[in-house]
């Protein structure tokens, strides 16, 4: 968490870095569009699916 806020720092990353969609009030009162949240709604959808796809092997080894 703390390095995704550390990349939200960088003006060229920080539209990319998942701690951006944070700033989603913008969009509930109609002051920024979608499109500004873009590029890091897909950075937190890769990265659900990548962690998702890493667990399955986990929980494939233990004995529920």
Partial sequence: IM?????SML???GKYSPTYI?????LVYGVTELE??????IVVA???????VA???IFNKKQL
């Fill in 3 to 7: 390095v995704s806020y550390i990349f």
């Fill in 11 to 13: 003006p060229k990353i």
């Fill in 22 to 26: 944070t700033e989603g009030y913008a």
């Fill in 36 to 41: 500004t949240y873009l590029p890091s709604l």
């Fill in 46 to 52: 890769v990265i659900t699916v990548a962690c998702i």
């Fill in 55 to 57: 667990s399955i092997p």
